[in-house]
């Protein structure tokens, strides 16, 4: 894991991540959004591992941020287009997810 970013911003409807390293990464709005770490998105787990809620992965293309916070020194909340903005993203699943792209 890269630590906590150095920068973040949007550029169109990307955000830019740039680690301590300088090494920079670019996330789609709407793929961030479909790749929510929320329980509204993925459902939570009880004690017996049975899955409850959550609506799935959907195409969120037309989605944008339109702001973040940081959360603690492991994470940002983004908020986005639709009002959705409570996934929290560890800078390790931001790591991830951009790696899910470069596939």
Known sequence: MKGKPKDVELIGNEVAVRWAD???I???AGFLREHSPSAENIGEVDILGQRH???GPRN???VSVVGWDW???YAIRFEF???HRTGIYSFDL???L???LSD
């Open 22 to 24: 300088d090494t920079e």
């Open 26 to 28: 670019y996330l789609p």
């Open 53 to 55: 809620g959550g609506d």
């Open 60 to 62: 969120f293309d037309t």
């Open 71 to 73: 959360v603690g020194g």
């Open 81 to 83: 287009s639709d009002g």
């Open 94 to 96: 931001l790591e991830k």
């Open 98 to 100: 951009a790696a899910m």
